[in-house]
């Protein structure tokens, strides 16, 4: 077996992400299967800055938009938000998920959601609780005051870069961006109350991120590796339209949870051994089964997997 195979190996069947048969009362219905295994996948890289990013989870003042920062590890950083990264690549899972079920079904999303899983399932509002995207983020059913755990976790980040290298502010060479919020509207006068004042975290800045899926499947690792990718072009954070926008390198894709964290991963790029830990792939998990992880193109070879493993999904549906 070569290393992508082992790894394979390691994950559940993706029979586990069909959902069962739930009855309450006269009425039946479909939600995901509970945790299948014990086991987990940590997938670890760094997400550059492509154009402006606000990270924004907070009120300014009057027209006025600050971008979160933390105190950490001897600077001032850039702080995104775990909640943020969730939203958006859960959005973005979704959006390829429609997207193969129409490739395979040659009609719409909607209708096979419906067959499938009971309802056509929008985020966040009215989930199914029993499809692909809902097993793995978790959700709840109003309707039916039923929920479903998580299977993904994310963690907070922290610029890699000093705020006052990153972040374009008061004070700094760039000053704030300046936006105006009536462009649609010719009629209106352009005054000081329609234009806003922006700080933004600066193209090339680098957060390192860790993500750890639990009770993985292939479909999953595959899948989430494909929504990260999804989301960098659609942009994070606020104004997302226009900005926030990713690139990012996938460093390792492992089975087990990570011997580090987001900080140790700061402490190492301010140190200057980020890259080259996993490079030469001193970087260590703890897997009971032994732990299997890929690098580099071993990655790319993973997340080209997709198509297969979603195949495989779509015939367990029925
Ligand atoms: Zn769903």
Redesign the pocket.
């Known amino acids: 077996m070569n290393t992508i195979e082992s790894f394979v190996a390691q994950m559940a069947a993706v029979n586990a992400l069909v959902p069962r048969e739930f009855r309450s009362g006269r009425e039946s219905r479909r939600v995901a299967q509970p945790i299948f295994t014990r086991r987990v996948v940590t997938i670890a890289g760094i997400k550059t800055v492509k154009t402006r990013f606000l990270p924004v989870s907070h009120e300014g003042y009057g027209n006025e938009s600050y971008v979160d920062k933390l105190e950490l590890l001897g600077k001032t950083r850039a702080e995104f938000i775990s909640r943020k990264l969730k939203g958006i690549e859960r959005r973005a899972h979704m959006g390829i998920f429609r997207e193969m079920v129409e490739r395979k079904s040659g009609g719409g999303w909607q209708q096979f959601?419906t067959t499938k899983?009971d309802k056509e399932?929008t985020i966040p509002d009215n989930?199914?609780?029993?499809?692909w995207?809902?097993s793995l983020f978790g959700?709840l059913d109003t309707d039916r005051n039923m929920a479903t755990f998580s299977r993904i976790r994310f963690f907070d980040t922290y610029s890699i870069e000093a705020a006052e290298d990153c972040i374009a502010m008061e004070g700094t060479e760039e000053g704030m961006g300046i936006g105006n919020q009536v462009y649609e509207d010719v009629n209106k006068a352009r005054g000081r109350e329609t234009y806003h004042l922006y700080e933004y975290v600066k193209a090339g800045t680098r957060f390192p991120f860790i993500t750890i899926i639990e009770s993985p499947t292939l479909l999953d690792v595959a899948g989430y590796l494909h929504a990260v990718r999804r989301a960098d072009e659609h942009g994070y954070g606020k104004y997302s339209a226009n900005h926030g926008k990713f690139d990012t390198r996938f460093l390792v894709v492992a089975t087990g949870y990570p011997r580090f964290s987001v900080l140790d991963m700061l402490q190492w790029a301010d140190e200057g051994t980020l890259e080259s830990r996993f490079a030469k792939r001193e970087v260590y998990f703890d897997d009971l089964n032994g732990s299997v992880a890929l690098f580099g193109d071993e990655v790319e070879a993973l997340a080209g997997k997709l198509a297969e493993a979603f195949d495989e999904y779509y015939r367990a549906l029925g």
């Open positions: 959601f899983f399932c989930l199914c609780i029993a499809c995207n809902c959700g």
